[in-house]
C-alpha cells in the first residue's frame, strides 16, 4: 500500500508539476515564434539568450545564464548590413543621404516594434514580474531590442544567408509598400529643411511646360534653390513633377553641402 505524500513532499511534486507545464508552453511560443519568422534554430539556446532580458536574469539569478544585451549590439550591425544591401539594390539612383534616411526610419525603435508586435514577440521574451507588471511585453524599447537580439541568434546560428531570408521575411511589407509611396521620401519637405539649414533660401518651382493631350498631361518643373537650377522633373501631375524635381535637387544639395564640408 503506498504510502500518503508528506506536505513537504506534494509541495515538491506540485512545484515540479508547474515547471513542467511552463516550461512546455515556453517550448511551444517557441515554435510558434520559429515558424512566425520562417526559421527553424538548431541551437534554441541561442533563441532563448535572445529573448531574455535583463530584468529575468537579476531576478532569477540563474548561474551561467545571460540577457540578451550582447546579441542586440550584434543584431543592430546584421540588421544595418543586410537593410543596406537591399537598399542599394531597391534604389540604385538614390544618394547617400537618402540612403541614410531611409535606414535609419527602417531600424528606429518604432519601426523594430511594431515587426514584434506583429510576430508576438512580446509573449516569448522572458522578463521579471515586476518588469511584466509595469507592462514590459508591450513596451517599445524591449519589444525592438528582443528584435534585434533575435536578429542576431538567426545570424550566429544560421550564417549570413539565414539573417538575409529572415530581414526579407520580416521587412517585405515595408519594402514592397512603405519605400514605394512617393509621401514617404516627401523630397519637397526634406529639400525645404536642407536648404534652411544652408541658410539658402525656400526653394522654388517653376512650371517650364505642360506637354501632350489634355487626357494624358505631362509636366515639366525646374527647381531653383538661391539663384541656382537644382533639379528638374516631369510628371503626370504638377505634384509628381515637384516631387522627381525635389529629389534632383536634393541629390546635388546633399553633395554640394558634402564638398564644402570637405574643403572646409
Keep these: 500500500m503506498a504510502r500518503p505524500l508528506g506536505k513537504e513532499n506534494e509541495k ?6 508547474e515547471r513542467s507545464s511552463v516550461t512546455n508552453k515556453r ?33 532569477s539569478r540563474k548561474f551561467g545564464m ?11 550591425a546584421v540588421l544595418s548590413l543586410v537593410i543596406c544591401d537591399r537598399l542599394l539594390d531597391l534604389f540604385p539612383d538614390s544618394g547617400e543621404g537618402e540612403l541614410s534616411r531611409m535606414r535609419a526610419s527602417l531600424v528606429d525603435t518604432d519601426t523594430l516594434a511594431a515587426i514584434a508586435e506583429r ?5 516569448v521574451i522572458l522578463l521579471s514580474r ?4 509595469t507592462g514590459g511585453r508591450s513596451k517599445k ?3 525592438a531590442d ?11 546560428d544560421g550564417g549570413l544567408e539565414s539573417a538575409e531570408r529572415f530581414v526579407d521575411k520580416m521587412f517585405a511589407p515595408l519594402f514592397s509598400d512603405r519605400l514605394g509611396e512617393e509621401d514617404f521620401r516627401d523630397y519637397k519637405t526634406r529639400l525645404q529643411e536642407l536648404s534652411h539649414s544652408l541658410r539658402c ?17 505631362l509636366f515639366r518643373v525646374t527647381v531653383i534653390v538661391g539663384n541656382e537650377c537644382f533639379g528638374k522633373g516631369t510628371g503626370k501631375t504638377r505634384k509628381e513633377a515637384e516631387q522627381r524635381a525635389a529629389r534632383e535637387g536634393l541629390r546635388l544639395l546633399e553633395e554640394d553641402a558634402l564638398r564644402s564640408k570637405g574643403e572646409g
Design 27 to 59: 517550448g511551444m511560443l517557441f515554435s510558434r515564434l520559429e515558424s512566425d519568422i520562417g526559421y527553424r534554430f538548431s541551437d534554441r539556446c541561442l533563441l532563448v539568450s535572445a529573448l531574455t532580458h535583463r530584468s529575468y536574469i537579476y531576478e
Design 146 to 156: 528582443s528584435f534585434e537580439a533575435l536578429a542576431a541568434s538567426v545570424f550566429l
Design 119 to 123: 510576430i508576438n514577440l512580446g509573449e
Design 66 to 76: 545571460r540577457d540578451n544585451q550582447r546579441l542586440e549590439f550584434l543584431g543592430d
Design 12 to 17: 515538491m511534486l506540485m512545484g515540479k508539476k
Design 130 to 133: 515586476g518588469e511584466e507588471n
Design 141 to 143: 524599447t524591449v519589444l
Design 201 to 217: 533660401r525656400p526653394p522654388l518651382y517653376l512650371l517650364e511646360d505642360v506637354a501632350g493631350p489634355d487626357h494624358d498631361p
